[in-house]
C-alpha cells in the first residue's frame, strides 16, 4: 500500500516490474532512467550477481509533481527472475501499489512465461493482494528480435495465454529500443494513481 504521510503531505507509490528472467525488466528501468535522467535527480541503483543478472532489484525514485495537494514520489523496483530468489520476489512486492508484468516474446520462454505470471498471483497473495484488482500492466517484450529471424510467440498467443483472464492493459514492445517503454510506465502510474487519489478521499 501507498505510504501517505499526512504531516509532509507526501505520498509514496511503489511500482514493481516483475517477469521471468532475462526478460527486460532492468532494461526498462536502464532505459527510463536515460530517458528522464534530468528530471530524475536521483541515481538508479541495481545490485547484480558475478554474471551480471539483477539479483534483488534496480530502484530508481522520481518525482510525480502533486495529487490533491500531496507530493507524489514514485519508486520503480525490479525483482530477480530467478526461481531460487523467490523470497527475494516477496519481499519487494512488499507495500507494492502497481506492477508491471515483462512477458518476454520469444517461443522458448513461453512456459516460463506462465510460471512467472503465476508466482507473481501466488506471491501477492502472501501480502494479500488480488492480481485482479491491483493496478497491472503488461508487456510483451523483445518484439524487434522478430528482424533477426528469432521465433516469437504471436500477440494473439500471448494476449490468450496470459491475458484472457486478467483483461488488463497490454503492449507489444523492445526495451532495448524503447518501444512503448515509456508508454507502459505512463500506463501504470495512471492506473495507480487513480487507485491512490480514491484512497486520499
Request: glycine content about 6%; hydrophobic content about 40%; aromatic content about 8%.
Amino acid at each position: 500500500m501507498s505510504f501517505v504521510n499526512v504531516k509532509k503531505k507526501e505520498v509514496q507509490i511503489k511500482i514493481v516490474y516483475y517477469g521471468p528472467g532475462r526478460g527486460g525488466k532492468t532494461t526498462n528501468l536502464e532505459y527510463i532512467y536515460k530517458k528522464m535522467n534530468t528530471n530524475v535527480g536521483t541515481e538508479m541503483v541495481s545490485i547484480k550477481t558475478r554474471g551480471d543478472r539483477t539479483i534483488f532489484f534496480d530502484y530508481l525514485p522520481f518525482d510525480m509533481g502533486k495529487v490533491r495537494g500531496y507530493d507524489v514520489k514514485v519508486q520503480l523496483y525490479t525483482v530477480p527472475g530467478q526461481v531460487k530468489y523467490n523470497a527475494t520476489k516477496e519481499v519487494v512486492l512488499k507495500g507494492v501499489d502497481g506492477v508491471v508484468f515483462v512477458a518476454d516474446s520469444m517461443e522458448v520462454r513461453e512456459e516460463k512465461n506462465l510460471l512467472s505470471l503465476q508466482n507473481l498471483k501466488d506471491n501477492l497473495a502472501t501480502h494479500n493482494k488480488d492480481i485482479f484488482k491491483i493496478p497491472l500492466v503488461i508487456q510483451y517484450n523483445k518484439r524487434d528480435l522478430e528482424e533477426k529471424g528469432i521465433p516469437l510467440i504471436s500477440l494473439e498467443t500471448l494476449q490468450k495465454s496470459l491475458n484472457s483472464q486478467l483483461k488488463v492493459p497490454a503492449l507489444a514492445a523492445s526495451a532495448l529500443r524503447g518501444t512503448n517503454v515509456v508508454t507502459t510506465l505512463g500506463k501504470i502510474i495512471s492506473m495507480t494513481m487513480v487507485s491512490i487519489k480514491q484512497k486520499l478521499k
